[in-house]
T-cell receptor, first 112, second 118 residues
Framework: SQKIEQNSEALNIQEGKTATLTCNYT??????LQWYRQDPGRGPVFLLL???NEKEKRKERLKVTFDTTLKQSLFHITASQPADSATYLC???????????WGAGTKLIIKP | DTAVSQTPKYLVTQMGNDKSIKCEQN?????MYWYKQDSKKFLKIMFS???????INETVPNRFSPKSPDKAHLNLHINSLELGDSAVYFC?????????????????FGPGTRLLVL
């Protein structure tokens, strides 16, 4: 069956450390993958997009990697801050019908 | 200058009632979506409209009927509300690239409508 999986348990990280979140998928052929941030009571906000032929993408303190062999994307936040605390969602776009398939999200908590 | 707006923000109603949620975007996008986010925070797409035409209609009860009067608006009408309809409903929009990536470009979300059916 087709699945997108993110760690359902909250991730607790000490301020200043690097936070790494994982998005795994099975039985999809991705065109690209997106990462979104969702704060409580708000809608998701787009952060980064990485295409299937790209290995890595960076934006300020954010870095995304995409390994189509492992069927995995990693999302890194370096020098993490309490303000980075939120739920992070990955969304995969298939190359068949270009529909966006969402993971359930991982809650990230950055402790001062 | 809100990009994607939804009204109302909160909706509390009795089972069996009919209600509508409105969505408007001022981004000039041509594709709009409705999502349902349940208590487990999983986002499920319900409908997608491109230039006022329905392009995605996932398996949702036919009590849910989207209406798009123009490409800047996508409203959601729900008939005979049930307890299981309680959730947060998000509207989103995107710009169709017209190229290889079709209809699923970066999506911009509204603030959500919190529906509670009693």
């Amino acid at each position: 069956s087709q699945k997108i999986e993110q760690n359902s348990e909250a991730l607790n990280i000490q301020e200043g450390k690097t936070a790494t979140l994982t998005c795994n998928y099975t039985n999809y052929s991705p065109a690209y993958l997106q990462w979104y941030r969702q704060d409580p009571g708000r809608g998701p906000v787009f952060l980064l997009l990485i295409r299937e032929n790209e290995k890595e993408k960076r934006k300020e303190r954010l870095k995304v990697t995409f390994d189509t062999t492992l069927k995995q994307s990693l999302f890194h936040i370096t020098a993490s801050q309490p303000a980075d605390s939120a739920t992070y969602l990955c969304a995969l776009v298939t190359d068949s019908n270009y529909q966006l398939i969402w993971g359930a999200g991982t809650k990230l908590i950055i402790k001062p | 200058d809100t990009a994607v707006s939804q009204t109302p923000k909160y909706l509390v109603t009795q089972m069996g009632n009919d209600k509508s949620i409105k969505c408007e975007q001022n981004l000039g996008h041509d594709t709009m979506y409705w999502y349902k986010q349940d208590s487990k925070k999983f986002l499920k797409i319900m409908f997608s409209y491109n230039n006022k035409e329905l392009i995605i209609n996932e398996t949702v009860p036919n009590r849910f009927s989207p209406k798009s009067p123009d490409k800047a608006h996508l409203n959601l009408h729900i008939n005979s509300l049930e307890l299981g309809d309680s959730a947060v409903y998000f509207c989103a929009s995107s710009l169709t690239s017209g190229g290889a990536f079709g209809l699923s470009e970066t999506q911009y979300f509204g603030p959500g409508t919190r529906l509670l059916v009693l």
